[in-house]
């Protein structure tokens, strides 16, 4: 959604993801953090429950016929 109707400020969504990309500032140096325009937010605390998000997944299979991919080797090899 975008133009006058859009419900937030487009050009504060992309700012803040390119301060957390080059910025040295403390605040900015996290990793698995929710940021909105520059701040550090609390989030959902639903969204670090892994069988909500295993319910999600079957309901968006049974609703479109498509699996998402198992997990992958390849991320468990990257990190080591």
């Given at each position: 959604?975008?133009?006058l109707?859009?419900?937030?400020?487009l050009q504060?969504?992309?700012e803040?993801?390119a301060w957390?990309?080059v910025?040295t500032?403390?605040?900015?140096?996290?990793?698995g953090r929710?940021f909105y325009?520059?701040?550090?937010?609390?989030?959902?605390?639903?969204?670090d429950d892994?069988?909500?998000?295993?319910?999600?997944l079957?309901?968006?299979?049974?609703i479109?016929?498509?699996?998402?991919?198992e997990?992958?080797?390849?991320?468990?090899?990257?990190?080591?």
């Open positions: 959604m975008g133009g109707d859009a419900p937030d400020d504060k969504g992309f803040t993801q957390l990309t910025s500032e403390n605040s900015a140096g996290v990793t929710y325009h520059q701040q550090e937010k609390e989030y959902n605390p639903q969204a892994v069988q909500l998000q295993e319910k999600l079957k309901l968006c299979k049974e479109t016929g498509v699996s998402f991919p997990k992958s080797n390849y991320l468990n090899q990257r990190i080591l």
